[in-house]
C-alpha cells in the first residue's frame, strides 16, 4: 500500500490519517490520530472456510496501557483480558459495520483497533469506528460504506462535536451516531432525562457531520485510485426457494394468523411444517433439481425455509400491519411486576414480565471499599453502581455449556447501567456500592429493557433513593422499499426477522439511554424520529404498571444490608487513624467487628450491619482525630507516673500530662501520694504548647464540668 498522510477537519478539531506506514501485509492500515489519541485500525480478509452460512466478521478493539504512559498490574505486568470497556467498545466498532457487508460473503473478515497513545480529551472509540470504515475500504473488501462515526454532548443549551471526557462527565448528554451513505445505522447514548425532541435533534446534529467524514473518506480513496469493491453475490438457482414458497406458504400463513399461540406453540408448528417439507422432497426422485439441492448443502432446506418464513412474516406486518400475536403495531404486551420476592437477606428484588419475557433483578448494597476499580485507559478510577446481565439458555429452552459472560452479556449490562445512573442518588446523600444482577429466567425479545424495568423494581425493594424511576421500550421496524412499519416491544422473531432494535429508555420526563442497531444499510432521520416518538407511550404504559406495584423506594433497608456512617476528617490526621502498620485501623475493626473507608479527602465510611457498632467505631475515630482545646474538661486514666507528674489518656490515642504542681492546690511531695497508674481523674486542658504536648490540671473544675465530662464519657461508652 502506498503511503500517504491527509487531514480531516470537522467540528473544532483535526483527524490526522496516515496509512502505508505500519502493518503493511494487514489487507488495509490506518492510523487515526486526533489530539493526543492515535488508534492504528485494520482490516484483513482470509480465504473462508467449508460449511459457513454466515457472514464471519470479527472485531477486537485493543488497549495497551503504554498509551497513556503505565504499566499494568498484577504478578504478570501484561495486559490480560479485556476489561469491560474495551469489550463495549469492540461491539461499538462492530454494530454498525456488520450491516454494510454483503450478507452472502464468507471468507474471514477480521477488524482490530488497537489504542496505542491517548491523552484526556479524545476518546479513541469514535475514532477505532470511523477508521473501521476507513481500513476495510483500503482492503478492497466488499462494503456498502463508508461508515463514520460521531460523538455528540450537550454543554449548557447547546450541542457540541467531539465533546472531551470532562465535557462528557458534565453535560447532559453522551451520544455517538454512526452512519452510511443511506443514513443512521448505530445511535448509542446516555442522557440525563432528555426530552424526545432534544435527542432526535441531537441525532440529526451528528449525522450531519457523520456525512462531512464520509465525503472525505470518498475523497481519500479517489486520490489514492482506490474503487469500493463491487464483487457481485453468486448466482442462486431459485429452483428450490420457489419450490420451498410453493409448498409452504399456505400452511405458514396459517400459522402466522393463528394470534393465540404461544411462542413455543407457533415454533412447534412451523418445525411440523418443515418436517412434512423434508418429507416431500424425500419423495423426489433422486435427480430433481431440488433434491439434488438439498442433498448437496445440508443447510440449504433450513437457510432457504427460514428465508421464506421471513418474508411472510414481514408481508403480513407491511400489508395488514398485523402481528404474529395478534397486536396492533404500537401495542404492547401484557405486564406483570413483583417486588421483595426472595427473602430481605436479598436486600432487594424485582420481577418484571412482559409477555414471555421474564427477568429478576436483585439489588445488592455494598460499602466504598467494594466499589469496582477500573484498570484501563480510561479516566474514571472507579465505579459505584455495578448492573450486571446473565442469559442463561434455559432462558430460550436450550442447553449449552455455561462459561464467563460474552460480549452481549456484557453490552446489555452496560446499556441497563447507563440508563438507571441518571436517577442514582449521590454519593454524598447515599454513599452505598450498588450491583444489580439480572437474571432472565425467559427471554422473548427485549431482555435488555426488561432488565431496566426490573432493576428499578428492584432498587426501590432495596431502598434505594433512586430520583425518579425508569422503564424501557424496544421498538423494531419492517422496510419493504419506501413502505415503513415501526412497531413497538418487539418480540424475538420481530427482532430476528426484521430490520431493527431500538432500545429506548427513560422516566417520565425525559429519555436516559439509547441502542439503535439496524440490519439494513441506514435510515433517514424522519424514521429515527418516528420510533424516538413512538417509543414514549409504550415507556409510559410500562412505568404505570410498575407503579402499580411500587411507586416510592421503601423507607427501610433490609436488616442485612450494611449500615453506613459517612463523616468527615482533617485529611492530616488519616495517618494517625490507620495508625504504624495499620495498627490502629485494625484495632477498631477488631473492637467492633465495623469496616472502616477512609478517601483521600478525609471522607470515613463506617459500615457494620449492626448500626450501634458502626457508631461505636466512629466514636473511637473521632476520638483519635479530636482536637483538644484549652480549658476542655474529660474524664481519663491515669498511663503512666514519673517524678515530676503524670499522664493520661482522655480520648483514645489522647493523652497528656499533668504536673505534680497540678496535682491538687497543695504542695505535693510525691505523685503516687495523689494518683496512681490505671486510676480514673476529672482533668482540664490547661494549654497546648507549640510543640503540640497537652498540658493538663486538676485544679479549678467546676462541678458542672466534672459532671458533664462524666456524661459525655458515659455517652461515647
Same mark, same amino acid.
Given at each position: 500500500?502506498?503511503?500517504?498522510?491527509?487531514?480531516?477537519?470537522?467540528?473544532?478539531?483535526?483527524?490526522?490519517? !496516515?496509512? &502505508? *506506514?505500519?502493518?503493511p501485509?494487514?489487507?488495509?492500515?490506518?492510523?487515526v490520530?486526533?489530539? +493526543? $489519541?492515535?488508534? @492504528?485500525v485494520?482490516?484483513?480478509?482470509?480465504?473462508?472456510?467449508?460449511?459457513i452460512?454466515?457472514?464471519?466478521?470479527l472485531?477486537?478493539?485493543?488497549?495497551?496501557?503504554?498509551?497513556?504512559?503505565?504499566?499494568?498490574g498484577?504478578?504478570?505486568?501484561?495486559?490480560?483480558?479485556?476489561?469491560?470497556?474495551?469489550?463495549?467498545?469492540?461491539?461499538?466498532?462492530?454494530?454498525?459495520?456488520?450491516?454494510?457487508?454483503?450478507?452472502?460473503i464468507?471468507?474471514?473478515?477480521?477488524?482490530?483497533?488497537?489504542?496505542?497513545?491517548?491523552?484526556?480529551?479524545?476518546?479513541?472509540?469514535?475514532?477505532?469506528?470511523?477508521?473501521?470504515?476507513?481500513?476495510?475500504?483500503?482492503?478492497?473488501i466488499?462494503?456498502?460504506?463508508?461508515?463514520?462515526?460521531? !460523538?455528540? &454532548? *450537550?454543554?449548557?443549551?447547546?450541542?457540541?462535536?467531539?465533546?472531551?471526557?470532562?465535557?462528557? +462527565? $458534565?453535560?447532559? @448528554?453522551?451520544?455517538?451516531?454512526?452512519?452510511?451513505?443511506?443514513?443512521?445505522?448505530?445511535v448509542?447514548?446516555?442522557?440525563?432525562?432528555?426530552?424526545?425532541?432534544?435527542?432526535?435533534?441531537?441525532?440529526?446534529?451528528?449525522?450531519e457531520?457523520?456525512?462531512?467524514?464520509?465525503?472525505?473518506?470518498?475523497?481519500?480513496?479517489?486520490?489514492?485510485?482506490?474503487?469500493?469493491?463491487?464483487?457481485?453475490?453468486?448466482?442462486?438457482?431459485?429452483?428450490?426457494?420457489?419450490?420451498?414458497?410453493?409448498?409452504?406458504?399456505a400452511?405458514i400463513?396459517e400459522?402466522?394468523?393463528?394470534?393465540?399461540?404461544?411462542?413455543?406453540?407457533?415454533?412447534?408448528?412451523?418445525?411440523?411444517?418443515?418436517?412434512?417439507?423434508?418429507?416431500?422432497?424425500?419423495?423426489?426422485?433422486?435427480?430433481?433439481?431440488?433434491?439434488?439441492?438439498?442433498?448437496?448443502?445440508?443447510?440449504?432446506?433450513?437457510?432457504?425455509?427460514?428465508?421464506?418464513?421471513?418474508?411472510?412474516?414481514?408481508?403480513?406486518?407491511?400489508?395488514?400491519?398485523?402481528?404474529?400475536?395478534?397486536?396492533?403495531?404500537?401495542?404492547?404486551?401484557p405486564?406483570?411486576?413483583?417486588?421483595?420476592l426472595?427473602?430481605?437477606?436479598?436486600?432487594?428484588?424485582?420481577?418484571?414480565?412482559?409477555?414471555?419475557?421474564?427477568?429478576?433483578?436483585?439489588?445488592?448494597?455494598?460499602?466504598?471499599?467494594?466499589?469496582?476499580?477500573?484498570?484501563?485507559?480510561h479516566?474514571?478510577?472507579?465505579?459505584?453502581?455495578?448492573?450486571?446481565?446473565?442469559?442463561?439458555?434455559?432462558?430460550v429452552?436450550?442447553?449449552?455449556?455455561?462459561?464467563?459472560?460474552?460480549?452481549?452479556?456484557?453490552?446489555?449490562?452496560a446499556?441497563?447501567?447507563?440508563?438507571?445512573?441518571?436517577?442514582?442518588?449521590?454519593?454524598e446523600?447515599?454513599?452505598?456500592?450498588?450491583r444489580?444482577?439480572?437474571?432472565v429466567?425467559?427471554?422473548?425479545?427485549?431482555?435488555?429493557?426488561g432488565?431496566?424495568?426490573?432493576?428499578?423494581?428492584?432498587?426501590?425493594?432495596?431502598?434505594?433513593?433512586?430520583?425518579?424511576p425508569?422503564?424501557?421500550?424496544?421498538m423494531?421496524l419492517?422496510?419493504?422499499?419506501e413502505?415503513?412499519?415501526?412497531?413497538?416491544?418487539i418480540?424475538?422473531?420481530e427482532?430476528?426477522?426484521?430490520?431493527?432494535?431500538?432500545?429506548?429508555?427513560?422516566?417520565?420526563?425525559?429519555?436516559?439511554a439509547?441502542?439503535?442497531?439496524?440490519?439494513?444499510?441506514?435510515?433517514?432521520?424522519?424514521?429515527?424520529?418516528?420510533?424516538?416518538?413512538?417509543?414514549?407511550?409504550?415507556?409510559?404504559?410500562?412505568?404505570?404498571k410498575?407503579?402499580?406495584?411500587?411507586?416510592?423506594?421503601?423507607?427501610?433497608?433490609?436488616p442485612?444490608?450494611?449500615?453506613?456512617?459517612?463523616?468527615?476528617?482533617d485529611p492530616?490526621?488519616?495517618?494517625?487513624?490507620?495508625?504504624?502498620?495499620?495498627?490502629?485501623?485494625?484495632?477498631?475493626?477488631?473492637?467492633?467487628?465495623?469496616?472502616?473507608?477512609?478517601?483521600?479527602?478525609?471522607?470515613?465510611?463506617?459500615?457494620?450491619?449492626?448500626?450501634?457498632?458502626?457508631?461505636?467505631a466512629?466514636?473511637?475515630?473521632?476520638?483519635?482525630?479530636?482536637?483538644?482545646a484549652?480549658?476542655?474538661?474529660?474524664?481519663?486514666?491515669?498511663?503512666?507516673?514519673?517524678?515530676?507528674?503524670?499522664?493520661v489518656?482522655?480520648?483514645?490515642?489522647?493523652?497528656?500530662?499533668?504536673?505534680?504542681?497540678?496535682?491538687?492546690?497543695?504542695?505535693?511531695?510525691?505523685?503516687e501520694d495523689?494518683?496512681?497508674?490505671?486510676?480514673?481523674?476529672?482533668?482540664?486542658?490547661?494549654?497546648?504548647?507549640?510543640?503540640?504536648?497537652?498540658?493538663?490540671?486538676?485544679?479549678?473544675?467546676?462541678?458542672?464540668?466534672?459532671a458533664?465530662?462524666?456524661?459525655?464519657?458515659?455517652?461515647?461508652?
Amino acid at each position: 500500500m502506498q503511503e500517504f498522510e491527509k487531514t480531516i477537519s470537522f467540528g473544532g478539531r483535526d483527524i490526522h490519517l !496516515r496509512g &502505508g *506506514l505500519l502493518a503493511p501485509q494487514a489487507g488495509g492500515a490506518v492510523l487515526v490520530q486526533s489530539g +493526543e $489519541t492515535a488508534v @492504528l485500525v485494520t482490516a484483513t480478509r482470509s480465504a473462508g472456510r467449508q460449511g459457513i452460512d454466515f457472514l464471519p466478521l470479527l472485531v477486537d478493539y485493543e488497549e495497551r496501557l503504554y498509551a497513556a504512559g503505565r504499566i499494568p498490574g498484577g504478578f504478570l505486568r501484561r495486559e490480560g483480558r479485556p476489561p469491560e470497556r474495551a469489550t463495549l467498545i469492540s461491539r461499538l466498532i462492530d454494530r454498525p459495520m456488520r450491516p454494510l457487508f454483503p450478507q452472502w460473503i464468507r471468507d474471514d473478515i477480521q477488524i482490530v483497533a488497537t489504542t496505542l497513545a491517548m491523552d484526556e480529551h479524545v476518546p479513541p472509540d469514535v475514532l477505532a469506528a470511523t477508521g473501521a470504515s476507513i481500513a476495510v475500504l483500503l482492503a478492497k473488501i466488499p462494503f456498502y460504506g463508508p461508515m463514520a462515526a460521531v !460523538r455528540v &454532548g *450537550l454543554v449548557g443549551d447547546d450541542f457540541i462535536i467531539n465533546p472531551t471526557y470532562k465535557e462528557v +462527565e $458534565t453535560g447532559d @448528554l453522551d451520544l455517538i451516531v454512526a452512519g452510511s451513505p443511506d443514513g443512521v445505522i448505530m445511535v448509542e447514548a446516555g442522557a440525563n432525562q432528555l426530552p424526545e425532541a432534544d435527542v432526535i435533534e441531537a441525532i440529526d446534529f451528528g449525522y450531519e457531520v457523520v456525512q462531512d467524514l464520509i465525503k472525505a473518506q470518498l475523497e481519500l480513496i479517489k486520490e489514492l485510485g482506490i474503487e469500493i469493491a463491487t464483487e457481485q453475490e453468486p448466482e442462486t438457482d431459485p429452483t428450490l426457494a420457489t419450490f420451498i414458497e410453493e409448498k409452504t406458504a399456505a400452511a405458514i400463513k396459517e400459522v402466522l394468523k393463528q394470534f393465540s399461540l404461544t411462542k413455543p406453540e407457533r415454533d412447534e408448528k412451523l418445525d411440523a411444517i418443515k418436517e412434512e417439507l423434508a418429507t416431500a422432497i424425500d419423495g423426489l426422485e433422486d435427480d430433481n433439481p431440488v433434491k439434488v439441492a438439498v442433498a448437496e448443502n445440508g443447510k440449504a432446506l433450513g437457510n432457504t425455509y427460514k428465508s421464506v418464513t421471513k418474508k411472510l412474516m414481514r408481508q403480513q406486518i407491511l400489508d395488514e400491519k398485523v402481528r404474529v400475536d395478534g397486536r396492533q403495531l404500537d401495542e404492547v404486551r401484557p405486564i406483570s411486576c413483583q417486588v421483595g420476592l426472595l427473602p430481605k437477606r436479598v436486600h432487594g428484588t424485582g420481577l418484571f414480565r412482559r409477555g414471555l419475557t421474564q427477568v429478576m433483578s436483585v439489588t445488592t448494597l455494598g460499602t466504598p471499599g467494594d466499589a469496582q476499580m477500573m484498570d484501563d485507559l480510561h479516566p474514571d478510577e472507579e465505579k459505584r453502581y455495578l448492573h450486571h446481565y446473565n442469559f442463561p439458555p434455559y432462558s430460550v429452552g436450550e442447553t449449552r455449556p455455561m462459561r464467563s459472560p460474552g460480549r452481549r452479556e456484557i453490552g446489555h449490562g452496560a446499556l441497563a447501567e447507563r440508563a438507571l445512573v441518571p436517577v442514582l442518588p449521590p454519593k454524598e446523600e447515599f454513599p452505598y456500592v450498588i450491583r444489580v444482577v439480572s437474571e432472565v429466567l425467559s427471554s422473548n425479545g427485549s431482555t435488555s429493557m426488561g432488565s431496566v424495568c426490573g432493576s428499578t423494581l428492584s432498587l426501590m425493594d432495596a431502598g434505594v433513593p433512586i430520583t425518579k424511576p425508569v422503564s424501557g421500550a424496544a421498538m423494531g421496524l419492517i422496510k419493504q422499499g419506501e413502505d415503513v412499519r415501526i412497531l413497538t416491544d418487539i418480540q424475538g422473531i420481530e427482532d430476528f426477522l426484521g430490520d431493527m432494535d431500538f432500545k429506548v429508555a427513560g422516566t417520565d420526563t425525559g429519555i436516559t439511554a439509547l441502542q439503535m442497531d439496524m440490519k439494513i444499510t441506514g435510515l433517514p432521520m424522519k424514521v429515527i424520529a418516528d420510533a424516538v416518538n413512538q417509543a414514549k407511550p409504550a415507556r409510559l404504559h410500562i412505568l404505570e404498571k410498575m407503579l402499580a406495584t411500587i411507586d416510592t423506594p421503601r423507607t427501610e433497608l433490609s436488616p442485612y444490608a450494611p449500615r453506613l456512617i459517612s463523616f468527615k476528617i482533617d485529611p492530616e490526621m488519616i495517618g494517625m487513624v490507620i495508625g504504624p502498620g495499620g495498627k490502629k485501623i485494625k484495632g477498631i475493626t477488631e473492637q467492633t467487628g465495623a469496616k472502616v473507608d477512609i478517601n483521600d479527602d478525609g471522607t470515613v465510611t463506617v459500615s457494620s450491619i449492626e448500626g450501634e457498632k458502626a457508631l461505636q467505631a466512629k466514636a473511637l475515630i473521632e476520638a483519635i482525630v479530636f482536637k483538644p482545646a484549652a480549658g476542655d474538661v474529660f474524664v481519663g486514666k491515669v498511663t503512666r507516673v514519673i517524678p515530676i507528674g503524670a499522664f493520661v489518656e482522655f480520648m483514645p490515642g489522647q493523652e497528656g500530662m499533668i504536673h505534680i504542681s497540678q496535682l491538687a492546690d497543695y504542695r505535693v511531695a510525691k505523685v503516687e501520694d495523689e494518683v496512681n497508674v490505671g486510676d480514673e481523674v476529672i482533668i482540664k486542658v490547661r494549654e497546648i504548647d507549640g510543640r503540640g504536648r497537652i498540658n493538663l490540671t486538676r485544679l479549678n473544675i467546676h462541678p458542672d464540668e466534672a459532671a458533664a465530662a462524666r456524661a459525655a464519657t458515659a455517652a461515647r461508652a
